[in-house]
């Protein structure tokens, strides 16, 4: 009994350090945009569609208006960015349609291969403000 109890506070203890070591690190490391798209595209995007499912089409609404918003405030310096747009109203039409491989394609059209755009994005655009609310 002893001995299982121990086993069982190391693995707690392990558990607890690796989520107090990933929290603050990621809330620190994402920029304004960054934040808005946990709220308004990562929260509404389905792993799946079911068109007869109310939740799921209101979810797909309210992603549609995200990707709208995104659309139309590409970076300042956009020239750098140019699957932005692209991307931003293929995911768009995707959401409107239900269209669930569309717009996880438009999602790694605008991070870019290996997130490479969202890491240059990171890197030059850190203090952006954030888009407007959809
Ligand atoms: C118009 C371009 C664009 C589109 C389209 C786009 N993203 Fe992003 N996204 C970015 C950029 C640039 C960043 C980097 C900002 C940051 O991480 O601080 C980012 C960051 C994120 C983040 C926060 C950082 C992270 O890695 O956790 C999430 C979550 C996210 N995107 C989810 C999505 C999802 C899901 C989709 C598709 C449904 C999507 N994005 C579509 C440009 C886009």
Known sequence: MRKWLGIAGLVG?????????????QAEDLTPLGK??????????PAAYDSSNPDNKAALDKLKAAFDV???NPPSDGS?????V??????????AS????????????????????????KAEH??????PNP
Not at 14 to 21: D, E, K
Not at 80 to 84: C, E, G, I, Q, S
């Open 80 to 84: 750098n960015y140019p699957d932005w």
């Open 86 to 95: 692209k991307s931003a109203q293929a995911g768009s039409a995707a959401a």
């Open 98 to 121: 239900g269209d669930v491989a569309g717009i996880k394609k438009a999602c790694n059209g605008c991070h870019g291969a290996n997130n490479v755009f969202k890491k240059k994005y």
């Open 126 to 131: 850190a203090s952006d403000a954030a888009p």
């Open 70 to 72: 995104l659309a139309s």
């Open 36 to 45: 808005w798209m946990k709220a308004n595209i990562g929260k509404y995007t």
């Open 13 to 25: 203890a392990i558990v607890g350090a690796a989520v107090l070591g990933a929290a603050p690190a």
